[in-house]
T-cell receptor, first 117, second 113 residues
């Protein structure tokens, strides 16, 4: 089955710096890659996603890049702010594995991002 | 639209008991997936339901089961609880099945004593 590796496990930056989190996946048939932000005690919230027919997607200070050949995708946060501090999860999905995978998301282990004022 | 809701938010049970958790998806969403979140194992897929049918199941023992009703609401059941079942159980809904955006509920925090 799919396996998603996420690095780093912790990331500490100064306010205003950029932060980059990287994920690799094993199933070359995966075609949907969302990123979720989870603040302490709260639900995971989708912040951006990308599908395999796109190489890059941006939404204000957040961007995601996808390299299908290398099977990795990255989250880029620019001009970080203290409110960006949270746990970030990447995930991958392949709806056609074995004909029955449908909406199963396989998650990375998470990255604890701390933005220091 | 109201978001995904889950009840109850917190549960304390003892080993050997069983528990039922409920999830109400976003109005109009037909697919519900369940995930278990623990500090050690992270977020792990339990199962997915679409149109009252289980579409996929993760690598969990048969003590974990679920169902979906005609109004798309879903329940999951864990029988013969073990200490290791202590976790945050999250459900997520999406409009259709497949690679569609999934929106998470607040979760049910289950503690097994």
């Amino acid at each position: 089955g799919e396996n998603v590796e996420q690095h780093p496990s912790t990331l500490s930056v100064q306010e205003g710096d950029s932060a980059v989190i990287k994920c690799t996946y094993s199933d070359s048939a995966s075609n949907y890659f969302p990123w979720y932000k989870q603040e302490l005690g709260k639900r995971p919230q989708l912040i951006i996603d990308i599908r395999s027919n796109v190489g890059e997607k941006k939404d204000q200070r957040i961007a995601v890049t996808l390299n299908k050949t290398a099977k990795h995708f990255s989250l880029h946060i620019t001009e970080t702010q203290p409110e960006d501090s949270a746990v970030y999860f990447c995930a991958a999905s392949n709806p056609y594995a074995g004909g029955t995978s449908y909406g199963k998301l396989t998650f990375g282990q998470g990255t604890i991002l701390t933005v220091h004022p | 639209k109201a978001g995904v809701t889950q009840t109850p938010r917190y549960l304390i049970k003892t080993r050997g008991q069983q528990v039922t958790l409920s999830c109400s998806p976003i109005s109009g969403h037909r697919s519900v997936s369940w995930y278990q979140q623990t500090p050690g194992q992270g977020l792990q897929f339990l199962f997915e339901y679409f149109s009252e049918t289980q579409r996929n199941k993760g690598n969990f023992p048969g003590r974990f089961s679920g169902r979906q009703f005609s109004n798309s609401r879903s329940e999951m059941n864990v029988s013969t609880l073990e200490l290791g079942d202590s976790a945050l159980y999250l459900c997520a809904s999406s409009l259709v099945e497949g690679t569609d955006t999934q929106y998470f509920g607040p979760g049910t925090r289950l503690t097994v004593l």
